[in-house]
């Protein structure tokens, strides 16, 4: 009787193939995930910024000529920290003010990570709104004060 001790070279090539696929689809679903994460902890301090610019607003007459001030220089330490997490959470973000009116409107729309085709969007008549790919590009594109309808 002849047994085989240990495994022959197609087997040893098929299983570690078999384990790269595996790996390949792991680290895919991780990284999707990982960005989609972003894309949520985006979104809620979008909320937390539009609350603070309102109180912020609320006792300067409604002014928010310094909503998207990212300085700090005229803005609560707060609203500034909270612009930094936007800008360490998402790849694309913009925040324009109506410089006429008093500066009575602004908006705030950020790209996704997980697709920055799409985004969100904040404004100061309280909307909140996910954003498609051409109200994306032309909030980008010619500076609203108010979310893309």
């Not at 070279?9 to 995930?33: D, F, K, Q, R």
Request: glycine share 6%; charged share 15%.
């Amino acid at each position: 009787m002849n047994y085989r001790k240990g495994f022959t070279l197609i087997e040893i090539l098929i299983v570690v193939a078999i384990i790269g696929v595996l790996t390949a689809g792991i680290v895919a679903n991780v990284s999707n995930a990982r960005n989609k994460s972003a894309d949520g902890a985006a979104k809620a301090i979008l909320a937390q910024y539009k609350t603070e610019v309102d109180l912020y607003a609320n006792g300067r007459t409604s002014n928010y000529a310094n909503a998207c001030d990212v300085f700090g220089v005229f803005v609560p330490s707060r609203l500034l920290s909270l612009q930094t997490e936007l800008i360490a959470t998402t790849n694309n973000r913009g925040c324009y003010v109506n410089t006429e009116e008093n500066q009575g409107a602004y908006a705030y729309a950020i790209r996704y990570k997980s697709n920055p085709v799409l985004g969100y969007c904040i404004d100061s008549t309280g909307e909140s709104k996910e954003l498609n790919a051409t109200q994306v590009s032309s909030f980008f594109k010619d500076s609203f004060t108010a979310c893309p309808q």
